[in-house]
């Protein structure tokens, strides 16, 4: 039977003890889902992962942490991963429960003022960044786009975004992605229609060569589910 941990207010764990797999929930938001490796069975994750490392990325900055799930399979093939998070909380949780190495560079601040700060310039940056009331607005915003912009690299950099879709009806994916257009010269929207409250992922920069994404790291179990997932996903066009 399912354990359920409760780390904080407001934040849940349940573990099955039987197939290790783990799932963290912030009140209605499931933040994460791995095995018992750390490795998700989210098929958005492993979408990214894919573009990724098609793209070659070697040096990538997130905002958001989750359960670490991308950072730690990101680590495990060698690529350099900076996590910057609001909460001490979500990097606690990652590496107790989801297996997130300690060496993954943990940064406690607002993901905005961080950018501000810091001017690095990455091979990659990917926003995945939810709280208990969803993406804060600042990150759906002309000046965020355009400060992720300035810290990627001039060529072959690569954005990528998670988001919520409500519906086939949601407006807020095209509006964000049209929004992105201003910023980069090249984007894509990867989703799935028909479905309810799914995950979608934007990318920009360098992504005219882009394919659809496969499993390149699989869950153990559910590699043949995560594979049935991931087929549905295509590229959809931006109005």
Partial sequence: MPKKILPAPGHAIVQDNRS?????WQKEYHQSAADAHGVSTADY??????????????????????????????HR???????????????????????????????VADGFAYLKKHRKRHDALVLDAFGAQGMPEKFQSAAFFRLARARLKARGALFLMN???????????????RLLRRHWARVRLLDTQGWMD???VIAAGAV????????LMPPKPGAAKLKRQLALLKFRTIK
């Fill in 20 to 24: 290790g797999h783990v799932s963290y």
């Fill in 45 to 74: 994750i492993h979408a990214m992962f894919f573009f990724l490392r098609q793209a070659g990325a070697k040096d990538i900055l997130m905002i958001g942490c989750g359960g670490g799930t991308l950072a730690t399979m990101l």
């Fill in 77 to 107: 093939v060698g690529v350099k991963v900076t996590v910057v998070d609001l909460h001490k909380l979500s990097f606690d949780i990652a590496r107790d429960y989801f297996h997130m190495p300690a060496d993954i560079p943990c940064k």
């Fill in 163 to 177: 988001l919520i879709v409500e519906d086939d009806d949601d407006p807020i994916p095209g509006e964000l992605a």
């Fill in 198 to 200: 799914r995950n979608a």
């Fill in 208 to 215: 005219a060569k882009l394919k659809r994404p496969k499993v």
